[in-house]
């Protein structure tokens, strides 16, 4: 029995230290920060509407649609995470390459 997923991406690390220039690291520095932005944005929108749940909940249903304009802002969050990631992964030097992962076997 074969005991792969064929055509998964799979990640190749460095075999070397790797050394990042002062260039670079602001670069991961910065997606760094724009993810946490973006993060304690939403916990800010979602904090807001819990507050005001308490306090007027007649208004539930206005920052109910706050926060799924927020949130509905096209995947926002994802799309720094995957910034980040490519980011760092580029400066790394990990690098990505078609093949098969073999899976783990039940002993």
Same mark, same amino acid.
Request: with cysteine; aromatic share 0%.
């Given at each position: @029995?074969?005991? *792969?997923?064929?055509?998964?991406?799979? $990640?190749?690390? +460095?075999?070397?230290? /790797?050394?990042?220039?002062?260039?670079?690291?602001?670069?991961?520095?910065?997606?760094?920060?724009?993810?946490?932005?973006?993060?304690?944005?939403?916990? @800010?929108?979602? *904090?807001?509407?819990?507050?005001?749940? $308490?306090?007027? +909940?007649?208004?539930? /249903?206005?920052?109910?649609?706050?926060?799924?304009?927020?949130?509905?802002?096209?995947?926002?969050?994802?799309?720094?995470?995957?910034?980040?990631?490519?980011?760092?992964?580029?400066?790394?030097?990990?690098?990505?390459?078609?093949?098969?992962?073999?899976?783990?076997?039940?002993?």
């Amino acid at each position: @029995m074969n005991n *792969a997923i064929p055509s998964q991406r799979v $990640k190749i690390l +460095p075999s070397q230290p /790797v050394t990042l220039s002062p260039d670079q690291i602001r670069e991961i520095s910065s997606s760094l920060r724009n993810l946490r932005h973006d993060i304690n944005n939403r916990i @800010m929108v979602i *904090a807001a509407a819990c507050e005001m749940a $308490k306090t007027k +909940p007649d208004k539930c /249903v206005e920052m109910l649609a706050a926060i799924e304009e927020s949130m509905g802002k096209p995947n926002r969050i994802q799309k720094a995470a995957l910034q980040l990631t490519e980011v760092f992964e580029r400066n790394i030097g990990i690098t990505k390459q078609e093949g098969v992962v073999p899976t783990a076997v039940a002993a």
